[in-house]
Structure formats: C-alpha cells, structure tokens
RNA sequence: GGAGCCGUACCCAAGUGGUUAAGGGAGAGGUCUGCAAAACCUCUAUUCAGCGGUUCGAUCCCGCUCGGCUCCUCCA
C-alpha cells in the first residue's frame, strides 16, 4: 500500500514496524464544543485508513486522545483558555463541559458510521506521563523551568521544524505573534510543557515544579508512547497540525527517547465553504468554530440530510484536496448514496468469477493508492455490481447491507391496507382516488411503484 | 514579509506525457406506467484558467500572468 507521507512529501510503500500489525495515533478533539463538519471529514479520513488497513489483512491498534485540559488562546499565555470560556458559556464546570462534548463528539462518530478506534484516551487521565516524560526532557537538557512555565528548548533539537521545513530564520523577520513574543523564554519557538504559577486555571495538578497544567502538544506525545511504543507507524491530522502542533510532539518525542517517533505522517485536509459575504462565488473558507459557518451534524439532520450522506460527500473527495461544501453538493450526495442503497434489479455485471477477481482487484488498487477513495467509488459506480459494493462497504462504511433490509422489511399492517384499497380504486379506474392514496403512502415514507407485475411498495431510504 | 497548495463540463470530483479525459449529481431523450415515482438504457468537455517554453507529441513537465485557498497565532 501506498501512504503519502508528509515527512517525505511523496507516497511511499507502507511497511509496518511489526509485521500483520500497525499502530495509528490520531489527534482526536478538544471537548469545548460540538465538533463541526470539517473536523469530522477528518475523522472519517482516518476511518477509512484504518479500515483499508484491516481490508488489507493487518491488524489495527488505533488509539485516539480526548483533549479536556483547557488551551491557552496561545503558548504566549495571556489569551482565555476555551475549556474555562466554555464552560463561563455554558454554566457548567470545565469537568462536566467536557463530558458533554465528548459524549457528543462520541455521537457525532456513530452518526457517521466512524468505527470506534481500539484506545480513545483522555488527556486528564494521563498527567502523570505527561509530567513523566517533561521530567525526562529536563534530565536530558532539552527542557528549562522558568518561572511561569517548564519550556522545550527548541535550540537542543537539531532536526527541529523538519516535518514542516518551516524557514525559522524568515519567520523571525516576519510579524507572527509566535516569535514576537519571547518574555522568559530563551528562543522564539520554545513551548510549553508545563505550565507554572496561574492560580486562576481550574484544572491544576502537583509536579515536581509546583502545581500547574501540562501543555497541549506534550499529552500526544506521552499518550501516544504509552499506548503503542516509543516508534509507531502511523501518525495523523490535520493539515494545520504540521506546523506547531506535530513538529513539536516530533522535537519532545525524539528529545525524550532518542528514537524516532513516527515512519509516517498522514495529514487530512480542509473542508472549505462558501464566504458569507459573498462579493465573489468562488471565495471559500475553512469552517471554524469562531465564524459563522459552523455546521454541525445536527445541522445536516434538521436540514433533512442522513449523516452517511455526508459522509459519501467526503468519500467522492481525496483526503488530501480540499472538498467544497455546500448544501447542493451534499444533496446531490445524498442522491448518489441513495441509488447505492437501492436494489438494483437484473443479474449482477459482474457474475464472472475472473470478472469479479478482476474488478476487486482494480478497486483495491484505487484503495492502495494513497486511500482513492473518489477513483474507487467511481468503479465501483461503473461496475454496477452490488457484491462488489458490499464487498467494499467494509472500508467506504455506508452500511449497505443493513440499508438493504431495511427496505426488505414486512410492510406494517396500515401500509397494505392502504395498498389494498389503492389497487381496488385502479381496478375501478378511480384515478383520483387512487393518486390520493398513493400520496398518502408516499407520505408515510414510501416509495409506490406500478408495473407489469402489479404494485411494489418499499420503504424510502435517505 | 516568509512557506506551500489549488484552478478539469452547469455543480462536485478522479485521472494520464500519446489509443474513447473516470464517476456522482443536475439536465435532455427513451423503455416501463392510467398518469407518475423508482429502476434501466442513451446523450451531455475536440477539451483540462490564460499565455509562452521543453517535446515528435502536454491537460499532465518548466516559466510567467490571472483567480482561489491554507499555514507562519488556538485550529481538523
């Protein structure tokens, strides 16, 4: 299988630390409020990894982090922690805002049919690792307390900001907050492992540097490590993680054991949406949380859509371009998916064993390839086979099947009672009262259809 | 200021240095139907933002221009 690998910038054959075995970490979300439709087209990026991955014969550890230790607005601190401004919002305690939007959060991945990754972990629960491994930097020399915050020394790692091949030296001529502001730390890009003396945060643990709160990239590195070894296989995000967030888990990582991190980094990249103020039809923008194009699944639902839809939509896209979004993509989505689940009626194409082997094969190719997941369901759409489909539900996750007996369950006794008198007002010639009827099955959710072999009625799906 | 990405039909979106530029949606026509719906069949880019260059040949490689996006600051 090939993976694009943002540490080489190219795809690369996929080869596990452990053989028939792979381990994935995936940045998961932070519990502050509900996560939005661009998040989650990550989330099913990384599902369909890990389901190409098992579809391909290894077996899957997928471990995932709930952050619900606050983040400062920036490492430069000043700004409002969102987990406190949540929950000053909402009226709850930080522990509890947490709570809610993780179940939420948990929602959300059920709506999608996202499998749940073997290992979800939360950031408060491992603190102790987390000031573990801050320790071990220390010894090491790769990690200095100042009074406000213990900081990585960005200056004692030389492959630093490789992963992002961010230009350090143009960053320091340029105007970014990050390197503007240095106060006690020895180097612009230093962060914070610690921090130290904030007496009003409300989350606050003892450590060997005085009561405090761990910084935000430290607890990916210390669950990670914990969870799948010191060297694991597979690392994922967004695309926005590159920068700071994954560069930094690399440098305290590597600092720390001396061992490589990660072999391969996988980044997803942005759903973006129509400007509001649109002078300009083709201006679009990433979705977030402090705009006003924030949409949730609950949004998609209260506009009539099903979830799979959505994330249909997402599989028509490649994980590393950026997928507009509008309404009427997602409904011509939801249309698409709906043909899927309709049964299809006549012999299957591909009724040829060879045939079949044949097509199998080219889809999972499509698969192999960096995830295709838009080249796969394009042949999968050309094939027109539903064994074939249902075959490779198994990694697009559209529940099929399950969408098939749906509309294969018995009619309740109230729909044939209606057919029944529909087909009497036929045989009599009673149009109008026949289209009444139909409406009114139609109504109650029902597709009514007439042909030679007399009525069908099946359940509507989508 | 620095780094990088993208621009394929009405919409979304794969793809390739050279035989017919996937697929989905929408649209058009047809089969079926009392009429519909669904399903099925057929059709819909001589062309891949524009202009140059490399090449026997470029949508795919290089350069420039225009347009859009992201990161450098919490962010999927």
């Known amino acids: 299988m090939q993976l694009y690998n943002t540490l080489a910038r190219s795809k690369q054959e996929f080869v596990p630390i452990v053989p028939g075995k792979v381990g994935i970490y995936c940045c998961g979300p932070?519990?502050?409020?509900?996560?939005?439709?661009?998040?989650?087209?990550?989330?099913?990026?990384?599902?369909?990894?890990?389901?190409?991955?098992?579809?391909?014969?290894?077996?899957?550890?997928?471990?995932?982090?709930?952050?619900?230790?606050?983040?400062?607005?920036?490492d430069a601190d000043e700004g409002e922690d969102k987990m406190e401004k949540g929950a000053r919002r909402e009226g709850l305690s930080v522990w509890d805002l947490a709570r809610k939007y993780e179940a939420a959060w948990l929602a959300d991945m059920t709506a999608l049919n996202i499998e749940r990754p073997e290992v979800i972990c939360r950031a408060t629960e491992h603190v102790a690792e987390m000031i573990a491994l801050t320790e071990r930097l220390v010894e090491r020399g790769f990690a200095y307390a100042a009074p406000g915050a213990v900081y990585f020394d960005?200056?004692?790692?030389?492959?630093?900001?490789?992963?992002?091949?961010?230009?350090?030296?143009?960053?320091q001529a340029g105007a970014g907050g990050r390197v503007g502001v240095v106060g006690e730390?020895?180097?612009?890009?230093?962060?914070?492992?610690w921090f130290l003396d904030r007496p009003k945060h409300l989350m606050q643990w003892d450590s060997p540097w005085g009561r405090g709160y761990p910084g935000w990239h430290v607890e990916c590195s210390a669950m990670s490590m914990k969870y799948l070894g010191e060297t694991f296989d597979i690392h994922c995000g967004g695309i926005d993680h590159i920068p700071v967030h994954h560069t930094n888990e690399i440098a305290q990582s590597e600092a720390a054991t001396g061992k490589p991190f990660v072999r391969y980094w996988l980044h997803g990249e942005f759903l973006i949406i129509g400007k509001q103020d649109a002078d300009d039809d083709d201006a679009y923008t990433k979705m977030s949380k402090s705009?006003?194009?924030?949409?949730?699944?609950?949004?998609?639902?209260e506009r009539g859509f099903d979830p799979l839809s959505y994330r249909f939509l997402c599989l028509m896209a490649h994980?590393?371009?950026?997928?507009?979004?509008t309404w009427e993509n997602l409904e011509s989505a939801q249309q698409g998916l709906r043909r899927v689940y309709a049964q299809r009626s006549g012999p299957d194409p591909l009724e040829n064993d060879s045939a079949y082997e044949d097509a199998r094969g080219e889809v999972a190719r499509a698969l192999y390839d960096d995830l295709n997941t838009p080249n796969a369901v394009g042949l999968l759409s050309r094939?027109?086979?539903?064994?074939?489909?249902?075959?490779?539900?198994?990694?697009?996750?559209?529940g099929i099947a399950q969408r098939r007996l749906e509309r294969e369950e018995p009619l309740p006794e109230e729909i044939t009672q209606l057919i029944a008198a529909r087909n009497e007002a036929r045989k009599a010639k009673e149009w109008a009262k026949s289209d009444a009827l139909r409406d009114e099955i139609i109504s109650k959710g029902y597709e009514v259809g007439d042909g030679p072999q007399g009525t069908t009625v099946k359940p509507r799906i989508l």
Do not use: C
């Open 319 to 325: 994980y590393r371009s950026e997928l507009k979004f």
């Open 185 to 193: 730390k020895r180097h612009p890009n230093d962060f914070v492992l």
């Open 154 to 171: 960005t200056s004692r790692f030389g492959s630093y900001a490789e992963l992002a091949r961010l230009d350090l030296s143009g960053m």
């Open 30 to 74: 932070t519990v502050y409020n509900f996560a939005h439709i661009g998040n989650l087209r990550t989330y099913i990026f990384e599902d369909i990894l890990r389901r190409t991955l098992r579809f391909s014969g290894l077996e899957v550890r997928h471990v995932m982090n709930i952050t619900d230790v606050g983040h400062l607005e920036s």
């Open 291 to 301: 705009s006003d194009n924030f949409i949730t699944v609950s949004v998609v639902k």
């Open 383 to 398: 094939y027109g086979s539903d064994r074939l489909w249902q075959e490779f539900d198994a990694v697009l996750g559209l």
